[in-house]
C-alpha cells in the first residue's frame, strides 16, 4: 500500500490574500520504512502560457506547413524547508508544520485556455536510488484590490457613439447612443446597473521562446437582452442589471497573463445596418467600493483592513479578516478549455484545480434609477422617414 499524504491549514479552504502567511501542516502516513536523502516542503508560485501555430513556408519549391510552440513563465515564489535530513524514515505517521509568507505583489491565481497562474505546496521525499515521492496541494491566492483605495473609481463611466446610416434607400440621420456606468470600479457578486452587455473578459498571454509574442483570449461573462424599441422622433432611458460571476481582479502590473475586463453595449439597428457598438474598460477588485452598496454606512463590515489599505486611512475599518463579514468564495466562472502543464509529469499535475474568488452575495448595488435630464444618458434616435426604428 502506497504511503498517503495530507495537506491542512489554519482556514477551512485554502485561500489566502497577498501579503498574508500560509500556516499549516502536513501529514505523511508511511507504510514502510525508506532511504531517504532528504524531506522538505516546497511551496512555488509561478504563471505559464503555452499555444501552437501552425503556418506554411516555400521548402525547395513545395509549399510545407510547420508548427511554431510558443512558451513563456514567469516565478514569484520558491521556497523550500528542510523537515527530514538524510537518513532512514521510520514507517508510521510524520507531521511536518509549515509557515510561508506572501509577498505583497502575487498575481491572483487564474486558469484559462493559454494559460495559468498557480500556487502549490508540495512534500518531496527524496528517495536514494529511486524517483522521489511528490504530494501536492494547489491553492488560492489573490492579490487584493480594494477598489476604496483609488477614488478615481468613484467616478462614473460615460462613452458615446454615433453611428451614420447611409445605405440607400435606407439612410437616415445619426443616432446617438450614451452608456453611463455608475462606478468605475465593482467586486463579484455585484450588479452593474444599466442597460447594458457585459462582454470580453479579456487574457492578454506573452511568450519569450521561440520569440516574444502575445497572445488574447476573450470570455462573455454575461449577457442582457433588452426587447424594446426606440422610436422616430422619441428618447428613452432603459434600465437594466448583470451580476459579476466570480472572476479574478484586474491585473495591476503588467506580467505574461493579464487579466482585463470590458463592458460592450450593442444595438440592434436591423435591415441593412450594421449594429452599433459601445466599449468601455472597467476594473473588477476583490473588496468592493462603499458608496456602491445599499447602504454605504453599514459598508464597514465588508472592507477589512487589507495590506495595500495604508495605516490611518480608515481609523474605523475593522483590524483583520477575522473580525468583518467576509464574502462568500465560490469556483472561478470556467468557460471553455483549460491549459495542460505538459512539462509536469502527468501523475504530478493539478490541472483539474480550478481557483475560487470572492462573492459580495449580500453586497447590494444601489438600483434606483437614474432621473431624466440634460446629464441622464439617452438613446436618441433623430427623425429620418426612411430609416427604420433601432431594435434592442
Known sequence: MPSSCVFEFDRPNPIYYSGETINGRVVLNTTSNKSVNAVYILFEGEAK?????????????KIESYTEYFRGTEAYLNTRTNVFGEGELLQGRHTFTFCIPLPLDCPTSCVEWYGRISYEVSLVIDLSWRFNNVFKQPLTVLQTYNLNMYPEMLVPLVNEDIKYFCCWPCSSGPVVSTLTIPFGGYAPGQRINYSLQIDNQI????????????RT?????????????????SKRLINGSLVIPPVPPSSRL???INVYYMISMAIKTGYCHTDSEIEMPIIIGTIPLAQSAQNPLSAAQWIPQTPDTPAG??????????????????QATHIGGKFVDTDVNEHDRTDDFIPRYPMYTN??????????????????????????PANF
Do not use: M
Not at 49 to 61: I, K, L, S, Y
Not at 363 to 388: C, K, M, R, S, Y
Open 254 to 256: 503588467n506580467r505574461i
Open 203 to 214: 487574457y492578454e498571454f506573452k511568450a519569450s521562446s521561440p520569440h516574444y509574442k502575445t
Open 217 to 233: 483570449h476573450k470570455n462573455t461573462l454575461s449577457s442582457e437582452f433588452q426587447a424594446e424599441r426606440v422610436l422616430r422622433l
Open 313 to 330: 486611512a480608515a481609523a474605523d475599518l475593522p483590524p483583520s479578516y477575522d473580525n468583518c463579514k467576509l464574502p462568500s468564495f465560490e
Open 49 to 61: 502560457v503555452g499555444w501552437e501555430e501552425t503556418h506554411t513556408r516555400t521548402v525547395n519549391e
Open 363 to 388: 453586497f447590494a448595488t444601489p438600483t434606483a434609477p437614474l432621473p431624466e435630464g440634460p446629464d441622464v444618458p439617452i438613446l436618441q434616435l433623430p427623425h429620418n422617414p426612411n430609416a427604420p
